[in-house]
Each structure stands twice: as structure tokens, then as C-alpha cells.
């Protein structure tokens, strides 16, 4: 898709109706130009134990050094970006944070 745009498709086509790539494809190329993996979000957890990132959700790993409040349901980012927790992760998340504030702090 990327390349019939790239290389002046409307110079060879009257009219473009739809660009089509498979899944597999997107994946190829995210992975090799953002370094998207095929791993699971457990699995990056367990490979990263570390004490600053937090799982929030069954999508989302935070590293805290980003965060900037932190509530029951939510993390707030620096940049404004709300990542919501949750239920399963209410009490793991709030207490990682707080655990981490004060060693920061500390």
C-alpha cells in the first residue's frame, strides 16, 4: 500500500477504489520499522520485573517514571494521556505507586 502511494499511483491509475494489505503484512512491517513484537504483555512483564513499571490492564504495562498522579481507576501521565485501571488492578496498581513515590522520594 505504502508503495503504490509513494510511487505516484495516480499517475498510473484512473481512479484508486481501496488499499488492502493483510494482517500479516502490518505485522511484518511494524515490526520491522517500529520493533512490534509478537510477545505477550505477561510475557514482557515477567522479562522486565522491574519496581517502575506497573500492570494496570490486561493491555497496558506504565513505566512510572511517567506518571503523574495516580488514583483508584486511573493513571494520570505527564503529558495528560489517561490510562484507565482496571478492576482487577485497582489495589496492585495504587499500592505499586505508592511504594514507588516514596523510594523515589526516599
Known sequence: AALLIEEHYDEICD?????????EN???????SRGYSDEKISEIEERMMSEDF????SSFLVNFFYV????KKKLILKNGQV???????WGKAEKEYVQWVKKAIG
Open 15 to 23: 481512479e484508486l477504489w481501496y488499499i488492502y494489505t493483510s494482517e
Open 26 to 32: 502490518r505485522r511484518a512491517r511494524l515490526k520491522q
Open 54 to 57: 506497573v500492570r494496570c490492564h
Open 68 to 71: 503523574k498522579a495516580c488514583t
Open 83 to 89: 490510562i484507565d485501571i482496571s478492576r482487577s488492578y
